[in-house]
């Protein structure tokens, strides 16, 4: 019998990428839910077109009541959430598949609603599933990255990482995500003390392999939280950038417009910025990267730096977010359980299982590089 995987917002932009891979696994047993028919309807039958497979479909709203009957009714064994943004979003999903006894990951990064899975934590015990969220860059890959050398130092200090992106857009669910915190306090950490700075401001450039030199600027993640109980690390710092400058730049104007209240709805201001990234889309390079700065000290207790480098060309960057769930699902369908609970999905994927699981290393590629190497 097939694993049996229900992708919620399976046609949507991350979703179909998730459903893109888990439709070419034997093991797998895939069902897309969504609640527009025809859209629905059309991923489904391309889908079947193009692997030869076949795949269900659930027409229905996931964050309803009747959910946790139709789980239970299509035999679900695990559920990916795709469909954000999950800013200021309940966490239905992941109740109704306690209620059916389902395993759930979601591809969340947002702060609040990954670090307040575990109020569900109890329940998800004494229903024996798992609830993982944050199945995605970060915290899942960005944590992977970092364990996997772990061992190397003897304490981490600081770790300051940073994604940046293509040019191609996403979703509009997704810009109107990231853009939620434009202009808001966000909380880091600086020599161990709680510092304030702000959503898409304090502008920087930096120089990355590969990709030349790339804007960033500010944004939330779920790491800054899980990161200091992970590694004890006293300075952190997460900060993004689109393909374009142009991109960081118009982010960063409405950032500082709504830190001084002269816009007020992001939302409205979020529609305009996806179609103007639309249309300068063919600008872009194709290139997007993830990088982790990491520095504390090593075994022999003298200074160790590590800078760890995650390259995606020809526009495969959105492979990256999408793939934590796909090598989980991959996992399971092969018998590994993960521990019941609701918890950030930090642990549960190995490097290699998250590059196996996105398959493509002619357009994906990690460096990682160490002060004592780089003499």
């Not at 947002?110 to 569900?120: E, Y």
């Amino acid at each position: 019998m097939p694993f049996r995987v229900m992708v919620v917002g399976g046609y949507g932009n991350f979703g179909s990428i998730v459903c893109r891979h888990l439709i070419s696994m034997p093991a797998i047993g895939l069902v897309l839910s969504g609640r527009d028919p025809r859209k629905l309807h059309s991923k489904v039958e391309e889908l079947q077109a193009q692997s030869g497979a076949v795949c269900g479909g659930w027409c229905g709203d996931a964050l309803g009541a009747g959910f946790s009957d139709a789980l239970r009714a299509l035999n679900i064994q695990l559920v990916v959430h795709t469909g954000g943004p999950f800013q200021g979003q309940s966490y239905a999903v992941a109740e109704s598949c306690i209620a059916a006894g389902v395993n759930y990951c979601d591809l969340a990064d947002c702060r609040t609603f990954v670090n307040g899975i575990d109020a569900l934590d109890a329940r998800a015990k004494q229903a024996g599933v798992a609830i993982l969220s944050g199945c995605s860059s970060v915290p899942t890959l960005s944590s992977a990255i970092i364990d996997e050398q772990r061992q190397r130092f003897l304490r981490i200090d600081s770790i300051e990482h940073g994604i940046s992106s293509s040019a191609k857009m996403p979703g509009l669910s997704t810009i109107e995500g990231v853009l939620a915190y434009a202009g808001k306090p966000i909380r880091q950490l600086k020599n161990g003390k709680v510092h304030e700075v702000f959503g898409w401001l304090d502008l920087t450039l930096r120089k990355m392999p590969q990709l030349g030199t790339r804007l960033l600027a500010n944004v939330d993640v779920p790491d800054m939280d899980i990161f200091a109980a992970r590694y004890g690390a006293q300075t952190l710092r997460f900060k993004a950038g689109a393909g374009l400058k142009l991109g960081g730049i118009a982010n960063a104007l409405l950032a500082q417009a709504l830190k001084l209240g002269l816009v007020r709805d992001h939302a409205l201001w979020a529609a305009r910025l996806h179609r103007l990234g639309m249309r300068f889309e063919r600008f872009g390079d194709g290139k997007s990267a993830m990088y982790i700065d990491v520095q504390g000290l090593g075994l022999d207790g003298q200074p160790l730096s590590m800078t760890a480098q995650l390259t995606a060309l020809n526009d495969k960057g959105p492979e990256i977010p999408s793939c934590a769930a796909v090598a989980l699902a991959s996992k399971m369908a092969q018998g590994y359980v993960p521990a019941a609970g609701a918890r950030p999905c930090v642990g549960e994927i190995s490097v290699d299982e998250y590059l196996t699981a996105i398959n493509d290393p002619h357009n994906l590629s990690l460096a990682v590089q160490f002060s004592d190497e780089q003499h």
